[in-house]
């Protein structure tokens, strides 16, 4: 078993490491460690999403440099958010909006300049641990990017074969279980403890180290000592309200709420609402399991040479629903879906970036450009949708107006903008909340005519044009426009129904 507090093997390295080295790093460009949580809404302690996460070592991060509280995903769903945010391209660019669809089948992000691959060419060493695309980079471009490729993956288990559900409600993806064996089990150990001995070791090169966690991803299993530290019997459970969906389009019912993984008459029913608890006390617990191996990540760094020149990126890929929305997933354009933690902490030696809270709204997608402007590296023009967060981490006060967006399946957007998030759908259907006094969405006001004027000032941003699914365009470079539904009325309907799916 590895144990919590093993810092890694390649530590003792660091004494034999002359000032050099130390030296060498100071004066090159900064180096880059990039860390991104699976499935990580804002139940972190330092955002308030949930006050019963135990998350010390985000907190310190956060801490240590600009935490963004008004952070989106670019799309509610892995695959397309991580081609979104490695590409910096909107899923309507390169018709990549589910797990589906690979970025081999994306003639669009095939021509495009990937970020690990833009920091390669620029003289970096680049090394992948664990999930940070949703394809696995076996070949081509995604297998090219990358000098060190040895820890890449390691997959969503352990799975276990006792089943903890309620009758009826089996099913691997949705099941906890308190993991008795080896941490050593878990890929995020055997990857983060990758990235630990990298840490310890001589580099002569700057270098992108990306460290992609699957938990708190499903399968809801973490080491029993994380579990131990809530009691199911003391667990809040989110707040909802009856009849929230009464003021919801009946797209977004059919689409988002109709196929639901889990069936929420169990969930709601006394049997089940125990089991409501024992999913949120497992989610915590992953949320805690991947805090503390953050934080071995991050004491290796700070016991390192390159401590002070070394800029980190912690990011979730998506948000996730717990029994908002009487939904328990992500894949959709909800705030608990799209809501994620965002952190920016410059090299120490870098005394321009500060640190504090910023309440700006930012998306994930604006992180490349944002480490082009840190890392002085060449611009790229005509590709990326983002826009640097620089001014933002030199002043973390300070407000832009561009607002976020966010997509979910061809022709539906999310436009995060101040207190407002308005939601847009291919047939012409909307919402609009004041998410700064209603945080949980609970009342629509896109059909009340005093907000007209504010949909329309929030209209304006939504993409004019977009890329069907890579997988339904019937020609090259065919486009949908807002409010021709009938273009979509039959495109792809498996497709969306599988898109609910992990």
């Not at 199911?232 to 309200?241: C, E, Q, S």
């Not at 939904?327 to 321009?352: M, N, Q, T």
């Amino acid at each position: 078993m590895i144990s919590k507090n093993v810092i890694g093997c390649g530590m003792g390295v660091l004494l034999s490491m002359g000032a050099g080295t130390a030296k060498a790093q100071k004066d090159s460009k900064p180096n880059v460690l990039y860390i991104i949580m699976d499935d990580m809404c804002d139940w972190a302690h330092y955002l308030g999403g949930n006050i019963q996460v135990k998350t010390p070592n985000l907190d310190r991060l956060a801490a240590r440099g600009v935490y963004f509280s008004n952070a989106y995903t670019a799309v509610p769903l892995c695959n397309p958010s991580r081609t979104a945010m490695m590409s910096g391209m909107q899923p309507s660019v390169t018709g990549i909006y589910n797990n589906q669809q690979p970025i081999s089948g994306s003639s669009v992000a095939n021509n495009s300049l990937f970020m690990p691959q833009h920091f390669k060419n620029n003289g970096y060493y680049t090394l992948i641990a664990g999930k940070i695309f949703h394809t696995k980079p076996s070949s081509g471009i995604l297998q090219n990017m990358w000098d060190d490729m040895s820890n890449i993956d390691g997959g969503y288990g352990p799975f276990f074969k006792t089943p903890n559900l309620p009758q009826n409600l089996q099913g691997k993806w949705q099941d906890y279980q308190e993991w008795e064996g080896p941490d050593a089990d878990f890929p995020d150990v055997r990857n983060s403890q990758k990235v630990i001995d990298f840490l310890g070791q001589k580099h002569d090169k700057p270098f992108f180290v990306a460290m992609g966690f699957y938990r708190p991803h499903t399968p809801w299993t973490a080491p029993k000592r994380y579990f131990d530290e809530y009691d199911v019997n003391a667990i809040k459970l989110p707040v909802t309200i009856p009849d929230d969906l009464n003021d919801i389009p009946a797209y977004a019912i059919d689409h988002f709420i109709g196929q639901n993984q889990i069936n929420k008459q169990k969930i709601l029913s006394s049997t089940g609402k125990k089991y409501w608890q024992q999913m949120v006390r497992a989610y915590l617990a992953c949320v805690s399991f991947a805090d503390d191996r953050i934080g071995m990540i991050l004491d290796a760094l700070d016991k390192s040479p390159y401590s002070k020149n070394t800029l980190i990126v912690l990011v979730g890929d998506n948000g996730y629903h717990h029994g908002e929305k009487e939904r328990w997933g992500k894949s959709a354009l909800w705030r608990e879906a799209c809501h994620v933690p965002l952190i920016i902490a410059g090299p120490k030696d870098d005394k321009r970036i500060k640190s504090g809270k910023c309440e700006s709204v930012v998306n994930s997608i604006d992180l490349y450009p944002t480490l082009i402007d840190a890392c002085n590296l060449p611009k790229i023009n005509n590709q990326l949708a983002g826009s640097s967060l620089m001014s933002l981490l030199l002043d973390p006060g300070s407000k832009r107006d561009k607002p976020s967006i966010t997509t979910f399946l061809p022709g539906n957007f999310g436009v995060h903008s101040g207190k407002w998030n308005y939601i847009h759908y291919v047939d012409g259907s909307q919402e609009l909340y004041d998410v700064s006094g209603d945080e949980n969405e609970f009342v629509n006001l896109a059909g009340k005519p005093k907000y007209k004027s504010t949909i329309d000032s929030l209209s304006i941003f939504l993409p004019k044009t977009w890329l069907p699914g890579i997988d339904e365009a019937t020609e090259k470079n065919k486009r949908y426009h807002p409010g021709n539904a009938n273009q979509l009325k039959n495109a792809g309907k498996k497709k969306r129904k599988r898109a609910n799916s992990a």
